[in-house]
């Protein structure tokens, strides 16, 4: 039975430009429904200018909790009452709690990232990774592997004018953790496969493969795939990009981003409610949609 929207009803809400795409509203009101929680999450067009005003109104409408996507991210840092270590290390907030009127900057796209492995039974802590890409995504993917233990993390990107500042990023994330993070011009074909090599795992944290250029993989080179190679595509549009399909074809494990678009929306679920989100039942909704 649907819930009755009272005047008790508390509001969590995404705030992007664009934001009427996201699928973020029909995860988190499932949850809400499914939890018996007398909440509603809606999406909100905001500009940039508006932000600041945006994030007071948190605290004087007395929301639940925020989420935040581009191109908002790292501008909302310096809104924030305090930030979570994760969220201080990438730089960037995807959720906001209200803690009473205290806005606690959160970021769970590296931690649903790092649960979505577990989906394909990958463990990487202690263990090296190669990402290609050195983008939000990335950053978030890298701070939170690093946090969690992983031991080595090369990192491959283009090397253009932000190639300086991504250095700088990943030299922070690595003396702020146990982790040896390396960055390479993606160029360096030798290199690549040297890192690809020594890792268990490959993340595809760029749009390269996304609809409609979905016949192009990140990887030029597809028989540095094996099979204990396992692989990971941030993209859920397709589905199954070019590299997933390559990396298939060699037996390796693989998923694509829709899980850690789960998880990541999960992890915010329950910092705002304390309860668990109904992954299940979020995943076959997403799934469909």
Known sequence: MKQMITGHTRLAALFAKPAKHSISPAMHNLSFEEQGIDAV??????EPDDLAAS?????QLDL?????SMPHKMAAVALMDECSPAAELIGAINTIVNQEGRLIGHNTDGIGFMRAL????????GDTMTVIGAGGAATAIISQAA????????????????YP?????????????????TLTDLEDQMALKTAIDQSSLLVNATGVGMKPNDTVSPLKDKTLLRESLAVYDVIY??????LLKDAKAVGAKTANGLSMLLYQGAAAF??????????EKVKALIESM
């Not at 549009?237 to 070019?242: G, L």
């Not at 329950?270 to 992954?279: F, I, N």
């Open 41 to 46: 999450y809606l999406a909100f067009d905001v």
């Open 55 to 59: 994030i007071q109104s948190i605290r």
């Open 270 to 279: 329950e910092l705002w409610t304390g309860k668990a989100m109904p992954v």
């Open 64 to 68: 639940l909790g925020v989420n935040l």
């Open 147 to 162: 946090l969690d233990g992983v031991k080595t993390i090369h990192v491959f990107n283009r090397k253009d004018e932000f």
């Open 118 to 125: 577990e989906d394909i039974q990958v463990s990487i802590i």
């Open 165 to 181: 500042i991504i250095q700088e990023k990943l030299t922070q994330i690595a003396q702020k953790t146990a982790c040896e993070i």
């Open 237 to 242: 549009n397709p589905r199954e990009t070019q």
